[in-house]
């Protein structure tokens, strides 16, 4: 694969020299849209409209191409700079992402959204959706998502803790049959080995994550970060001192959680009270 390379693109317009230089990458490996297309998971068309300038793709589509090029980093600073977006938000998701593909174990805290490393594609859209998200560009994103849960498969897959707020358990979707097959998902994934699913109930009552959505991803060398995220910001903590600080919080919380035993017979039991028919 190409190595990492400054940016010669001829255009000086930032969206045109991210299509540029999508579109040299890919010629200069000998590779066509549909064997890309085949070779990342995702519809070959996206790629052809993304070096044709016509879409941008989501950060998470940049960042596999980054990873398939052998380009780190370069295509998502492109992708930024064609978006208009040079906020500390996307660099700080932009090395969150980075982080997350050399984790070797995960922990996560979910108040009222279910983690995107286990939810279904229309869960997903769902959320995407009240995010703002619409049309082909969510399509894109819930494509992206979905590629995401692939870090938790295969026999090379890290560990990954979540602990589930009630909260998460008690808010359905719109369709009912959609909401079946995310909860059917999670009582899978829960017997998967490297999977340790817990629900924190709501008689557990206040604790130090609250308003808090959080995964610890730690690196190997045994060096642990954080990402925190509530409705509007993210934040990605690097520093020793908060890491341990939150990691504290989550230890007492861990320690209010049922077992992932119970945890899987109340996931089940929510889901025996789902009607078996989406609504209308």
Not at 221 to 241: F, K, M
Request: net charge negative.
């Amino acid at each position: 694969m190409p190595q990492r390379r400054a940016i010669t693109g001829r255009s000086q317009e930032p969206r045109q020299r991210f299509a540029e230089e999508l579109r040299k990458l890919r010629t200069s490996s000998g590779t066509s849209l549909r064997q890309l297309g085949e070779r990342m998971g995702w519809d070959w068309s996206l790629f052809g409209k993304m070096e044709k300038g016509e879409t941008l793709g989501s950060p998470e589509v940049v960042q596999a191409l980054d990873q398939h090029y052998g380009t780190p980093g370069l295509l998502l600073a492109l992708w930024e700079l064609a978006a208009g977006d040079h906020t500390q938000f996307r660099e700080r998701y932009r090395r969150y992402m980075a982080l997350e593909a050399e984790a070797v174990s995960l922990w996560h805290f979910a108040v009222s959204v279910l983690p995107g490393l286990l939810q279904t594609p229309g869960y997903a859209r769902e959320v995407l959706a009240a995010g703002g998200s619409q049309g082909k560009e969510l399509e894109q994103q819930v494509e992206a998502r979905m590629s995401r849960r692939e870090l938790l498969q295969g026999k090379d897959a890290p560990p990954f803790r979540t602990i589930l707020s009630e909260a998460a358990l008690r808010t359905p979707l719109r369709d009912a049959a959609e909401w079946r097959g995310q909860l059917e998902y999670l009582t899978e994934a829960a017997k998967w080995p490297n999977v340790t699913t817990q629900v924190l109930p709501l008689s557990a009552g206040m604790h130090g994550l609250d308003s808090t959505t959080l995964m610890f991803l730690r690196i190997a060398g045994a060096r642990t970060v954080a990402y925190t995220e509530n409705a509007h910001r993210g934040e990605l903590i690097e520093a020793d001192a908060p890491v341990e600080q939150l990691q504290r919080k989550y230890d007492a919380m861990r320690d209010l959680a049922l077992s992932p035993a119970e945890s899987l017979k109340f996931v089940l039991a929510t889901l025996e009270e789902v009607p078996c028919e989406a609504s209308t």
